[in-house]
C-alpha cells in the first residue's frame, strides 16, 4: 500500500503537472472503483483543478466550485501518467482522467477491488474521510507520546492504525522499528520515556529519507514502479536476509495477508517472536532465540 513517502511523492509530481489544468473527462472502467452516487461524475468534468494534499493515506483532489475526489489506493492500486487519450488495460484498469496535457490512469494490480473513489462537495464533507491520525511532522514529542500510549496495542498495531497516525503503514512501520530498535510486539502501554523519543524520532527520520530517496528517483518524470519492496530497506521484506547492521537474518510474522520483518538481535534482544502459522505447526519444536535458530542450521 502507497504509504506517507508514496503518497507525497505522488502529490508533488501531480501539483506540477496538474495544477490549474481543467479535468475533461472522466472514463470509468470498473463499477467498483465509484463508491459515491452524488455528486454525478459529469458535474466535476471542465473544473479546474486547484490543488492536491494527503490525507492519511488518501490523496485529495481540490476542484473549483469547491468539488473534490478522493482517492485511496488501497495495497494495490497505482497512478500512471500517459499520454492525452491513451487506452485504460481492461483487466485492471479502472479509470481514467484526461487534461489537456495527458491522462492519469488509476490500474489496480489485483483481482480484489479494494481502490476508491470518493466524488464530493464541500470542504465540510471531507471530514468523514479523515482518520484522525496524527499527523508525525506536525506533532510534538509530547503530542507523540499521548496518541502512543492512548491504547495499549502493540507497537506494530499502533503505527499502521490511521486512527492514532497518519500514513505509516506496513512496510514502513517495519523499517521506522528498526531505527528505533524496538519490538513490534511492545506494548504502548509499557514503554518508558527513552523508548518512545527514539521512536518519535526514528518516525522522523526514516519517513523524510525515503520520501528524499523516492524524491531523487523519481526526478520529473512520475513515480509508476511504486512498491512496498525496496533492495535498500532494513528489514521489510527482506525475510532471511542479514541485517545491515549486525548481520542477523531478518525473521518475520505472518498474519492474515501482511508479514512484520525485524531483526531478532537489534529489536528483541535475540528472542524469536512466535508466528502464528510456523510456531503453532512446531509447536515444541520452533526455536525461542536466535542461537537456538542457528544451532539448527
Known sequence: ????????VYIERLEDLLKNQVLEKVRLLSPFFLRSVDPPVSS???LTLRHFRRMGKRIVFSLADDYYLII????????????????????????AFDFSNG???????????????????????????DPGGLEIFEAS????????????????????????????????SDEILHRARLSPLRLTQKMDDEQVERLFDAAKTVLQEWTARLREETGRGFPEKVTAFHEDMA???????????????????????????????????????????????????????????????
Not at 492519469?104 to 468523514?128: D, F, N, P, Q
Not at 520483518?261 to 515444541?284: E, F, M, N
Open 72 to 95: 485511496h489506493l488501497m495495497i494495490a492500486g497505482r497512478l500512471y501518467w500517459k499520454k492525452k487519450g491513451v487506452a485504460v488495460p481492461r483487466k485492471n484498469g479502472l479509470a
Open 235 to 297: 528489514v521489510h521484506g527482506r525475510y532471511k536476509k542479514p541485517c545491515p547492521v549486525c548481520n542477523t537474518q531478518i525473521q518475520r510474522i505472518q498474519y492474515a495477508e501482511n508479514e512484520t520483518d525485524y531483526c531478532p538481535r537489534c529489536q528483541t534482544g535475540g528472542k524469536l517472536l512466535a508466528d502464528r502459522v510456523l510456531s503453532q505447526l512446531l509447536k515444541k519444536d520452533w526455536p525461542r532465540a536466535i542461537e537456538e535458530l542457528e544451532g539448527k542450521k
Open 44 to 46: 466535476i468534468e471542465g
Open 141 to 172: 514529542l509530547h503530542e507523540f507520546r499521548e496518541r502512543l500510549v492512548s491504547e495499549n496495542h502493540t507497537l506494530k498495531r499502533a503505527l499502521t492504525d490511521p486512527r492514532l497516525f497518519s500514513g505509516i503503514g506496513n512496510a514502513y
Open 1 to 8: 500500500m502507497p504509504e506517507y513517502p508514496d503518497i507525497t
Open 103 to 129: 491522462s492519469l490512469l488509476v490500474i489496480e494490480h489485483s483481482t480484489k477491488k479494494r481502490a476508491s473513489l470518493h466524488i464530493i462537495h464541500g470542504a465540510s464533507s471531507l471530514e468523514e474521510f
